[in-house]
Nanobody, 121 residues
């Protein structure tokens, strides 16, 4: 089970941090990632991190603004989002998958329920 937290309303240029707590004993064996879905749009990849946190991958829209990290001792993955703009408004989903590479193709084993991020102009 994946449970996201940290969403909310922020002004353009602001920052927001998301957390995703996972249950189970095999957290470190999964790559973890964040996806988002804006109204009327398809769900899209944002960022992913390998099981040991060594490999990361970002969507072009997130690169240089967002940072994904994980703490395997806490079974938690994070997404720090900086320089937010209205185009970042979406429901953000935490996900678990086999590898960073497969997660970028939306090959996902588990999804969280999502958390709303709204960026005001």
């Amino acid at each position: 089970q994946l449970v996201e937290s940290g969403g909310g309303l922020v002004q353009t240029g602001g920052s927001l941090g998301l957390s995703c707590a996972a249950s189970g004993r095999t957290f470190s064996s999964y790559a973890m990632g964040w996806f988002r879905q804006a109204p009327g749009k398809e769900r899209e990849f944002v960022a992913a991190i390998s099981g040991k946190g060594i490999i990361t991958n970002y969507a072009r829209s997130a690169k240089d603004r967002f940072t994904i990290s994980r703490d395997n001792a806490k079974n938690t993955v994070y997404l720090q989002m900086n320089s937010l703009n209205p185009e970042d408004t979406a429901v953000y989903y935490c996900a678990a998958g086999a590898t960073v590479a497969t997660m970028t193709t939306l090959s996902i084993s588990y999804w969280g329920q999502g958390t709303q991020v709204t960026v005001s102009a």
